[in-house]
């Protein structure tokens, strides 16, 4: 495992891991390589190369989100160390004494949650933030959080033959904490507008509260978010 001082440069690749992998195999090259879902991996040279992976989702010029995250995230730990994560409630809740006879039904729906949680926590700058907003950057945004504290074990070869399975870096308890309280965060927020809402309360899936529509309904939702900086959109 590499120390601080002695970590890899790192460079992010848009082309495909497969030419540089044969390239080393071919030539008897010692390196160390991981293939993800979100991204593949090669050490090589004291150089720790990205590259992307067939996953279509994932802008290859997002692929620094991984690396901005995570060290934005190690930044606010070293300033305050304690996670104070929500009680656990469902993903999806939904109230089966709802009256749909009485008026229609309308949503919220938060606006990238899980990212824009991150921020107003400030486990990320508003760098990083305004960095993974573009449209194209929704399914790394979501990875790049995901995989915080997650460990990590390469195939390290010799001679450009695998000789063993090595672990690069350790699962870190305290990073793998923030996701959670980024994810029970979003929850807790719409278990405390299903109190607010009542009877009129339909269901809350993830990100989104579905409710009876009146004016002060509407109201209760909106000023909710914005006391937390959330951003919304209603649904019709």
């Not at 460079?11 to 008897?28: A, E, P």
């Not at 090259?29 to 293939?35: E, Q, T």
């Not at 109230?95 to 921020?119: C, K, M, P, S, V």
């Not at 990320?124 to 504290?149: E, F, H, W």
């Amino acid at each position: 495992m590499e120390s601080q001082d002695n970590k890899p440069k790192r460079i992010y690749s848009k082309t495909k891991v497969d030419r540089f992998y044969k390239k080393l195999v071919i030539g008897k090259g010692n390196f160390l390589i991981r293939f993800g879902s979100e991204c593949n991996e090669l050490i090589f040279d004291k150089v720790h190369n990205v590259f992307t992976t067939a996953n279509k989702n994932f802008d290859n010029k997002l692929l620094c989100l991984f690396n901005m995250v995570q060290n934005d995230v190690n930044k606010f730990l070293a300033t305050y160390p304690y996670i104070d994560i929500p009680p656990k409630v469902n993903t999806a809740e939904f109230n089966y004494n709802y009256n749909d006879e009485i008026g229609t039904l309308t949503g919220t729906d938060l606006d990238h949650a899980f990212w824009r949680i991150a921020y107003v926590k400030g486990y990320i700058t508003k760098k990083t933030y305004t960095k993974g907003l573009p449209t194209s950057g929704k399914a790394i945004r979501l990875a790049s959080l995901s995989v915080l504290g997650r460990g990590k074990k390469f195939d390290r070869y010799v001679d450009g033959v695998f000789f063993e399975k090595i672990v690069v870096k350790k699962p870190d308890d305290t990073l793998q904490k923030v996701y959670v309280d980024i994810r029970y965060s979003c929850y807790y927020m719409m278990y405390e507008l299903s109190q607010l809402l009542k009877d009129d309360f339909e269901s809350w899936k993830t990100d989104c509260i579905y409710y009876r529509d009146t004016p002060e309904n509407r109201t209760i939702v909106h000023n909710y978010f914005e006391e937390r900086e959330m951003m919304f959109k209603q649904l019709i």
